[in-house]
């Protein structure tokens, strides 16, 4: 845990694991109100809003490769699904997913920018092997004769054994970890680091 220009890495991974945490909850929160049969599927165009682009002064309108000039919030490709949720596993889980792999990848890659994935804690080795799970396809690629150091968290363990199997459910088989798992180890990660930063600081005073 190096110091760079000045900035205390420990306090940046607290910050950008809580920024992570707090956005988690709130995807999830989101996407739960999706899921009782008596809801609507989501409206896509109620995005547009948060879409909107930042316009060069010397380009004040981008145009789409059709010629027709773009607008903000224009639609991105993206088909608009009549089913709900609970209809549909396999949806459900790619949304799920995506929010809790980005998460992952930004704090592991904190993690490795600051040397902080050398720490032998198990709980911080059970990021990173995650983080390769997540990066191969949603799935462990752990070779019979590699030696990696404890990685468990929670009572979950990657071991060998784990191998060709899926980090995330697909919608139809099982993964090693829930969107909660990912969750709950942003909050330990932040624990963690702050404990971290009292025994630096104690240590600085003595």
Not at 96 to 104: D, H, P, Q, S
Request: glycine share 8%; net charge negative; hydrophobic share 45%.
């Amino acid at each position: 845990m190096v110091r760079k220009n000045g900035i205390d890495p420990v306090e940046l991974g607290i910050a950008l694991i809580e920024e992570q945490l707090l956005a988690l909850v709130l995807y999830a929160s989101t996407v739960g109100t999706w899921i009782d049969k008596d809801k609507n599927p989501p409206d896509l165009a109620a995005a547009n809003t948060l879409l909107r682009r930042k316009r060069s002064r010397a380009e004040p309108q981008t145009h789409v490769e059709d010629g027709t000039p773009g607008v903000e919030g224009e639609a991105l490709g993206l088909a608009q699904s009549s089913a709900a949720f609970h209809q549909d596993p396999q949806r459900l889980s790619v949304v799920l997913r995506v929010a809790g792999t980005n998460a992952i990848l930004a704090v592991a890659d904190f993690f490795e920018a600051h040397d902080l994935s050398e720490l032998r804690t198990p709980e911080v080795q059970f990021l990173m092997r995650i983080r390769d799970a997540a990066t191969s396809g949603n799935t462990f690629r752990i070779e019979a004769a590699e030696r990696i150091p404890v990685a468990s968290f929670n009572g979950l363990t990657v071991t060998e054994k784990l191998n060709g199997s899926p980090l995330f459910d697909d919608g139809v088989t099982p993964g090693f970890v829930e969107f909660g798992d990912v969750a709950a180890l942003l909050r330990y990660l932040v624990d963690h680091l702050r404990g971290a930063q009292t025994l630096i600081s104690a240590g600085d005073a003595g």
